[in-house]
């Protein structure tokens, strides 16, 4: 079949599974309904004529910084070179005219690159670039301060869309990208203030990447590398064939609040190797079913989940507006599992195991000093690890119907706290239950006051010890105290 085909059918598979998702969303979509704007060219900006291939790269070249341009009704081209491309400077600013459209036509991999600040592109469609994997179509450099409204960005291969520091993406569809519709990643990880609000991220990794290279970790609605604050508003994150949003490495200080995270085919969000988030006051429907089901037919009892914390915690010695992952007043309903609070017993600084290459904690200093004998005590020994710690699950609204998944109970609808048995490299002093025990029982990770329709199952200390709320709730584990819970 081919890819449009494999995407429809995946739709219309979560269509039939939810069939009253679309019509429950909240807010309007962005993707196909941008405002009309700039239907003639502002005074003083430079004319971009469609019929003239590369005029908006002759014209950027020709023109000092700060300038603004004016893309005409029409498609628009960079040559026939793949590296036909925009170069902006600073303070440029690119309109779109109502049909304004930007094409790689397959054959440009780039659209707007280089290192310019506070560059703004508003409602313009960019689409058809050929990026290679990990690298993106606009702002491909990772420019600071850039601004992007109103504008749509769809069916390029690679990323949509890199991020720097303060850029601001409002109002944006990023659709269809074969592997992010946003990859915030700069050399040096240097983003700091990445404010998205008011977008519609949908549809993207078309090109498959985790099968392609498995284990890569590299596909995703949104990817997020080392960002240092983000707040992430009002979005909509649907239908991507992966997680929604993934943030991996070494992030700190991201706000996510009042998003629709719906039908996504992996978690809804991942934050993984991280620290210090607010969780608050989202909508999770129908996440997670395409991975869950695709672990449940090959036997796998790993509990998948909706909302996937990784190795990542609260830490007050890293600055943030928060000391820990406060989740709260979010609505989960419908998807195949709920919060997984999970640490690999392997992966620290310096483990083979870290597949974060060269990255250690942020509470630590270089990767080389996680290694015997000073790992195995002290400060080292307590640091050299990312912990799953000081994680407040609270007044949370969780339900489900197995009979609507189509699974079966114990396989889907969990939570889960639990960690692996220790047991690589060789010199690793964390070896045993140490980390299973910590993460249960001593990292201050807590479920209070939320409330639960449908028979939910409880995971806890490893994959092998999964119950029901009566011992969920009793000694030693002692959670979801003053919950509520009905429809069992």
């Known amino acids: 079949m081919p890819r449009s085909g494999v995407l429809l059918a995946s739709a219309l598979l979560m269509s039939c599974l939810f069939p009253a998702l679309a019509a429950a969303a909240p807010g309007a979509p962005v993707c196909d309904h941008q405002p009309v704007s700039y239907p003639s060219a502002p005074a003083g900006a430079v004319l971009v004529d469609p019929a003239v291939d590369a005029d908006l790269t002759a014209k950027t070249t020709a023109s000092p910084p700060g300038t603004t341009f004016w893309l005409g009704p029409g498609t628009h081209t960079l040559g026939k070179d793949e590296f036909g491309q925009v170069v902006p400077q600073d303070g440029d600013v690119y309109l779109g005219a109502p049909g304004a459209v930007l094409d ?3 054959v440009n991999k780039f659209a707007f690159t280089g290192r310019a600040h506070d560059v703004v592109i508003r409602n313009l469609t960019v689409r058809g670039f050929a990026a290679p994997q ?10 600071d301060g850039w601004t992007i409204e109103n504008a749509t960005i769809e069916r390029n291969e690679g990323a949509g869309l890199m991020a720097g520091a303060r850029q601001q993406v409002r109002h ?21 203030g990445l404010v998205l609000e008011d977008n519609e991220i949908t549809g993207n990794n078309t090109g498959d990447w985790e099968t392609k290279v498995p284990g890569c970790g590299c596909s995703g609605g949104a990817k997020f590398w080392v960002v240092d604050g983000a707040d992430v508003r009002r979005n909509r994150i649907h239908h991507n064939h992966g997680a929604g949003l993934w943030a991996d490495t070494n992030n700190n200080d991201f706000l996510v609040e009042d998003n629709l995270f719906e039908a996504n085919e992996a978690e809804g969000l991942f934050y993984e190797t991280s620290y210090n988030l607010i969780l608050r006051n989202n909508t999770f429907r129908g996440n ?21 914390l990784s190795e990542s915690g609260g830490e007050p010695r890293v600055r943030a507006r928060t000391s820990s992952i406060d989740i709260t007043g979010n609505t989960f309903e419908d998807n195949w599992s709920g919060i997984t609070l999970w640490e690999n017993a392997d992966r620290f600084c310096n483990s083979p195991a870290n597949t974060s290459t060269n990255y250690c904690t942020r509470t630590n200093g270089p990767t080389s000093s996680c290694a015997q004998p000073e790992i195995a005590s002290g400060a080292k020994y307590a640091d050299c690890r990312w912990k799953t710690q000081r994680v407040s699950i609270h007044e949370n609204t969780f339900r489900f119907d197995p009979g609507r998944l189509g699974c079966a109970v114990g396989s889907c609808g969990r939570m ?10 060789d010199w690793s002093p964390y070896h045993g239950e140490v980390v299973q025990e910590a993460v249960t029982f001593g990292q201050d990770n807590h479920w209070r006051s939320n409330t639960y329709t449908g028979p939910w199952r409880f995971t806890a200390h490893d994959t092998s010890r999964t119950f029901d709320v009566a011992r969920w709730q009793a000694a030693p584990y002692g959670q979801d105290a003053g919950s509520t ?3 069992s």
């Open 134 to 143: 990990d690298q993106g179509v606009v702002n491909h450099d990772s420019g």
């Open 485 to 487: 819970f009905s429809g």
């Open 172 to 192: 944006t569809c990023l659709r269809d990208n074969g592997q992010y519709g946003l990859n915030a990643y700069q050399p040096g990880d240097g983003i700091t």
């Open 104 to 106: 790689g036509r397959g």
């Open 288 to 308: 997670g079913v395409v991975q869950g089901r695709r672990f449940a037919d090959r036997g796998d009892n790993f509990p998948t989940a909706t909302v996937y």
């Open 416 to 425: 889960a706290l639990l960690a692996n048995f220790g047991t690589y490299p």
